[in-house]
């Protein structure tokens, strides 16, 4: 233990407990929910019958009742793959699974009981609806896999916000974002200028690291860590009363978290100068060697997920390293004033 500074121990020993808590905690104020009603065959309401909603990705299960009008609703779902399943004493249980709720979404599963021997259980496998009814028209959703798998130069995540209607990301074409500091990327979502855009991170506002910088950003300029991220939500217009502080785009990030299989990734991308072609401002190849401006760019990494204690606890970590040498070309002017030589008195 080192006791010159007991604080920076204490400070070790909570990121360690933050490490494997339960990953439920991390989703406390990023979820969806289920809702439905619960029918007999003749399409009478059920009341009373209890509704079971389970993760299918770390078992953790949520219980609920449906009330006098058949109706039940379960709040407050980290998002993941689910099973619904419906009991009631004298009908045979009914389950609906592989029910995929992403951030924001009220999913509508409607069971119907038949009567007959608890022994028996009606399974249904979900499918996906050919019109999405649960989830606001405005927003877009942009899922894991595309997180995962679409290819990024810079590794920065929130470039896929421009794959959303309105969305534009007009970095490369503002001044504002030259001053520095960590600054971001810029997005312009239907109108709003990127100053009123309002990035959530688990529930918790995501800035950037100044007031004039509010974009969240990295040394980089680039928002890294896509193997810590699982899905992204982006709100325009209308959103509901629980949103707001600003009038942009409400962007919600969900991270991973473990769950009861491990998996995990390794990686390293390299860019450099070697195929690169001399840039107009550059010096002419005899004054540099036939040499380029140097530009050689290392990212590298890893994330590692699983279960501490099955259907208990787990535990995901990641890791991203961002490592560049970079030369560029400037072009300055000169004023030479002509001068003449003084001559001494004589």
Do not use: W
Not at 26 to 48: W, Y
Not at 64 to 82: E, K, M, N, Q, T
Not at 193 to 199: Q, V
């Amino acid at each position: 233990m080192n006791r010159k500074n007991p604080s920076a121990c204490f400070g070790l020993f909570a990121l360690v407990l933050l490490f494997i808590a339960n990953g439920r905690f991390a989703f406390a104020q990023v979820s969806g929910a289920i809702k439905g009603t619960i029918e007999d065959v003749s399409g009478s309401l059920v009341p009373g019958a209890t509704v079971t909603a389970t993760n299918m990705e770390t078992g953790s299960a949520r219980i609920v009742h449906s009330d006098d009008v058949g109706a039940y609703l379960v709040l407050s779902l980290p998002v993941g793959r689910y099973s619904i399943r419906a009991d009631k004493a004298g009908f045979r249980p009914a389950i609906e699974t592989n029910l995929d709720l992403v951030v924001g979404q009220q999913v509508v599963v409607n069971l119907k009981l038949e009567v007959g021997a608890t022994s028996h259980v009606i399974t249904v496998t979900a499918q996906a609806p050919v019109v999405n009814t649960t989830t606001d028209s405005t927003s877009g959703v942009v899922g894991e896999q595309e997180v995962k798998n679409l290819p990024l130069n810079g590794r920065s995540f929130d470039d896929l916000i421009a794959l959303n209607a309105g969305a534009i990301n007009y970095t490369a074409y503002s001044t504002a974002n030259q001053s520095g500091g960590g600054a971001g990327n810029m997005f312009d979502v239907v109108g709003r200028r990127y100053e009123e855009n309002l990035f959530l991170m688990n529930g918790v506002e995501y800035t950037g690291t100044s007031n004039r910088s509010a974009q969240p950003g990295g040394v980089s300029g680039q928002m890294l860590g896509i193997d810590a991220v699982r899905e992204f939500n982006v709100l325009t217009d209308s959103y509901s009363a629980q949103f707001g502080k600003r009038p942009g785009a409400q962007v919600i990030v969900v991270t991973q978290s473990g769950n009861n299989v491990i998996h995990g990734t390794a990686f390293e991308f390299l860019r450099n100068s070697k195929l690169d072609a001399r840039n107009y401002f550059d010096a002419p190849p005899a004054d540099i060697g036939h040499r380029l401006p140097e530009f050689q760019r290392n990212q590298f990494g890893g994330a590692l997920g699983g279960p501490i204690r099955k259907d208990r606890a787990f535990a995901f970590l990641n890791y991203e390293g961002f490592r560049q040498r970079l030369g560029l070309a400037d072009v300055g002017a000169i004023l030479v004033l002509p001068t003449r030589a003084c001559q001494p008195f004589v």
